[in-house]
């Protein structure tokens, strides 16, 4: 039982450049979730999915796309990356989006654009 | 506009001593709050929450206080340990009416409070 896996750990990117996030998890969870932590700013949500199916935009969605590609699978998407992305990502997943869920996060990805 | 603020950017204390992280929030939809701690170089990791129905939550050495009135939470950690060493997020959710329900899975998180705990 991994829990919630992100590939890659790293990456670095120039601007302009694309690239997918890719995340998935074990444990049967309806709800998915993508934010990004930076410095003084706390985590703050980008996208999320409340059920296979469906997405959502967050607090902070410019710049991305996301791909519910099945129950387990939530990847993020960089179309033409900028500095401002320069960020560290964190995939979550809970049961439901129910009040006080548990949102059991990913190790992050840790991503640099030049 | 942070919803939610973390005013202490840091917090040290000694072993066997209380810690007390503070939180305040400025949005009275939200009815759901949660602490999170994390270490460096890994995620998040679910501590305790409390709904906006009651004002004391407790789970071990973690007790979670709410205050409505004050739009004000505090995560009480005794007795403190080294190991308690984290960066401490607070996170609050409002219930968004959807067509099948209503979800909570929008979190707005606190700046967190790097917490360091002397032996």
């Known amino acids: 039982n991994a829990g919630v896996t992100q590939t890659p750990k790293f990456q670095v990117l120039k601007t302009g450049q694309s690239m997918t996030l890719q995340c998935a998890q074990d444990?049967?969870?309806?709800?998915m979730y993508w934010y990004r932590q930076d410095p003084g700013m706390g985590l703050r949500l980008i996208y999320y999915?409340?059920?296979?199916?469906?997405?959502d935009k967050g607090e902070v969605p410019n710049g991305y796309n996301v791909s519910r590609l099945n129950k387990r699978e939530f990847s993020l998407r960089l179309e033409s990356a900028a500095p401002s992305q320069t960020s560290v990502y964190f995939c979550?997943?809970?049961?439901?989006?129910?009040?006080?869920?548990?949102?059991?996060f990913g190790p992050g990805t840790r991503l640099t654009v030049t | 506009d942070q919803q939610v603020k973390q005013n202490s950017p840091s917090l040290s204390v000694q072993e066997g001593r209380i810690s007390i992280l503070n939180c305040d929030y400025t949005n009275s939809m939200f009815d759901y709050f949660l602490w999170y701690k994390k270490y460096p170089a890994e995620g998040p990791t679910f501590l305790i929450s409390?709904?906006?129905?009651?004002d004391k939550n407790e789970d071990g050495r973690f007790t979670v206080f709410l205050n409505k009135s004050a739009k004000h939470l505090s995560l009480h950690i005794v007795p403190s340990q080294p190991g308690d060493s984290a960066v401490y997020f607070c996170?609050?959710?409002?219930?968004?009416?959807?067509?099948?329900?209503?979800?909570?899975?929008?979190?707005?998180f606190g700046q967190g409070t790097i917490l360091t705990v002397h032996p």
């Open positions: 409390i709904s906006s129905i009651k």
């Open positions: 444990m049967n969870h309806n709800s």
């Open positions: 996170a609050a959710s409002a219930g968004i009416l959807h067509a099948g329900g209503t979800s909570y899975g929008k979190l707005t």
């Open positions: 979550a997943s809970s049961e439901r989006a129910q009040g006080g869920d548990e949102q059991y």
């Open positions: 999915s409340a059920s296979e199916g469906t997405t």
